[in-house]
C-alpha cells in the first residue's frame, strides 16, 4: 500500500516511516497537515497515519479535507494519539478516522492496523469496480431497450423520446420536421410464401438500405411489423417526397424476388409523409395520423409509390 | 528500534540520536522560554512536541515530565513549572551523557 505519515515530530516520523517500509509498503511523509495535504491530492494514497496536533492545519483537518475530497479509492484514515487520550481518538473517529494507533508507536498494533486497513481498501476498490460495472451494464440496457433487435434501428421507445425532444424544438426554436411512415407492401404474403425467416432478412435488408442513405440528421427507426418511421428535419413536404421517392426506388432496386407481390416482381415500401411546422398546435399523434393516412393513399394508389 | 535497521542502510539508530541531540536543546530552550514568560499554550505544545520524540526513543522519564508540563501549561498552572523544566533537562543531561557513552564508539 502507499502510505502518507502526516507527523511533526522528526524521530517519531522517522521511526513510523521505517516501522511501515519494513511491513512492505511506500511512504510518503510529511512534517505538517498542509504538506500532507499537498502530497495527498498529488498520489493515490492508501492510508493516511496522521498525528493529532500539528502546526497550521492539524490532524482533525485534514482527516475532514481527505473525507470530502473525491477520490477513486477509499484511503483509510489511522490517527495517532496518546495512549491516555481516549477522548481525541473518538473525536478522530467522528471526524471520518477509521481507527487510530496509540503513542509511542507499538509495531504489533501498527501492524495488526495495517492488516485491516488493507482489507477495508482492498472492499471498497472492489466497491468501486462494482458500481463501474453496474453503471456500464445500465448503460448498455439503456441502450438495448431503445434498439430494435432484429434492424438495430431505433425503436418505438426511443422514437417516442424523441419525438417529444423534437416537439419541443418545434416550440422553441421555429424547427420544422417531415415525419415518414414507411411499409412494405405485401409483406404478410411474403412471408407466407417465402417463411418468416426469409421475411425478417428483408426486414434486414430494407432497415440497412434506409439506414446508409439516411442523410446526417435524419434518423430511421423501426416502427412496427414491417413499418418504418424517418424523422427529416428542415424538410418541406416536396423535398422530403423527393428524399423518399429516392429510398423508394432504392428498394426497389434492391431488386428481391417477391412473387407474390400482386403488382410487382420485388419487393417494394409505399410511404406517406406528413409536417410538424412551428406556429402549429398539432399533436404528434395528430401528426401520425396524418402520415398513416397518407401512407393508406399510397396503398391505395396502387403501392410502391409517396403519397403526402 | 535496532530491529528496523535494515542492511546497507545509514545507522538508523545513529540518525535517530542524531535527531534527537539536535532537536532536544532548542525545544527546551523553547519550554524554558515559555515557562519563563508564563505562556501556558506554548508551553504545552512545546512540551508535546518533545514528548513525542523523548517517548519514540525510550526516553521515558523524560516523557513523563513532558507530559507532566504539557497538562501544567493547559491548565496555565504556571506556578511549579521552573522546577518541572530544571527536572527536565537534568534528565536531558542525563539522557545525553548515557546515549553518547553507548554510541560514541560505533560507526555510522
Known amino acids: ?308 | 528500534l535496532r530491529d528496523l535497521q535494515e542492511q546497507g542502510e545509514p545507522d538508523l539508530v545513529h540518525e535517530l540520536i542524531a535527531l534527537f541531540l539536535d532537536g532536544t536543546p532548542p525545544r527546551l530552550h523553547a519550554i524554558r522560554a515559555a515557562a519563563d514568560r508564563r505562556e501556558g499554550p506554548t508551553l504545552a505544545q512545546q512540551a508535546h512536541l518533545l514528548k513525542g520524540s523523548c517517548a519514540g526513543l525510550g526516553a521515558r522519564p523524560m516523557a513523563e515530565i513532558c507530559e507532566e508540563l504539557e497538562a501544567l501549561g493547559r491548565r496555565e498552572d504556571l506556578g511549579q513549572v521552573g522546577s518541572a523544566v530544571d527536572r527536565l533537562s537534568a534528565e536531558y543531561e542525563h539522557v545525553r551523557e548515557v546515549l553518547c557513552s553507548d554510541y560514541a564508539g560505533t560507526p555510522a
Open chain 1, 1 to 308: 500500500m502507499k502510505i502518507l505519515i502526516a507527523e511533526d515530530d522528526a524521530i517519531s516520523r522517522l521511526i513510523l516511516q521505517k516501522s511501515i517500509q519494513k511491513l512492505g509498503h511506500e511512504c510518503l511523509c510529511a512534517s505538517d497537515g498542509a504538506a500532507a495535504w499537498e502530497l495527498y491530492q498529488q498520489d493515490a494514497v492508501d492510508v493516511v497515519v496522521s498525528d493529532w496536533m500539528m502546526p497550521g492545519m492539524d490532524g482533525i483537518e485534514l482527516c475532514k479535507r481527505v473525507r470530502e475530497h473525491l477520490s477513486e479509492v477509499y484511503p483509510y484514515f489511522l490517527f495517532l494519539t496518546a495512549l491516555s487520550d481516549k477522548t481525541h481518538a473518538l473525536t478522530g473517529m467522528l471526524a471520518g478516522a477509521d481507527d487510530y494507533l496509540t503513542k509511542p508507536l507499538d509495531r504489533d498494533e501498527l501492524r495488526m492496523k495495517l492488516i485491516a486497513a488493507e482489507r477495508v481498501t482492498a472492499l471498497h476498490r472492489q466497491l468501486t469496480l462494482h458500481k463501474a460495472e453496474l453503471e456500464r451494464l445500465k448503460q448498455d440496457l439503456f441502450t438495448q431497450a431503445r434498439r430494435d433487435p432484429l434492424t438495430s434501428l431505433g425503436n418505438r421507445l426511443q422514437l417516442g423520446e424523441d419525438l417529444d425532444t423534437l416537439r419541443a424544438r418545434v416550440d422553441r426554436y421555429g424547427h420544422s420536421y417531415s415525419i415518414a411512415l414507411c411499409d412494405i407492401d405485401f409483406f404478410k404474403q411474403y412471408n407466407d410464401t417465402y417463411g418468416h425467416l426469409a421475411g425478417d432478412e428483408v426486414l434486414r435488408r430494407v432497415a440497412k438500405l434506409l439506414a446508409d442513405l439516411e442523410r446526417a440528421g435524419d434518423t430511421v427507426y423501426r416502427y412496427g411489423g414491417e413499418e418504418f418511421m424517418l424523422i427529416l428535419p428542415e424538410q418541406s413536404l416536396a423535398t422530403a417526397t423527393l428524399v423518399m421517392e429516392r429510398l423508394r426506388q432504392a428498394v426497389e432496386e434492391l431488386a428481391i424476388p417477391h412473387r407474390t407481390h400482386g403488382s410487382s416482381e420485388v419487393v417494394t415500401i409505399s410511404a406517406g409523409l406528413a409536417m410538424l411546422l412551428p406556429g402549429e398546435s398539432k399533436s404528434i399523434d395528430t401528426v401520425l395520423q396524418e402520415a398513416d393516412a397518407a401512407l393508406y393513399r399510397a396503398k391505395e394508389g396502387g403501392r410502391n409509390r409517396v403519397a403526402v
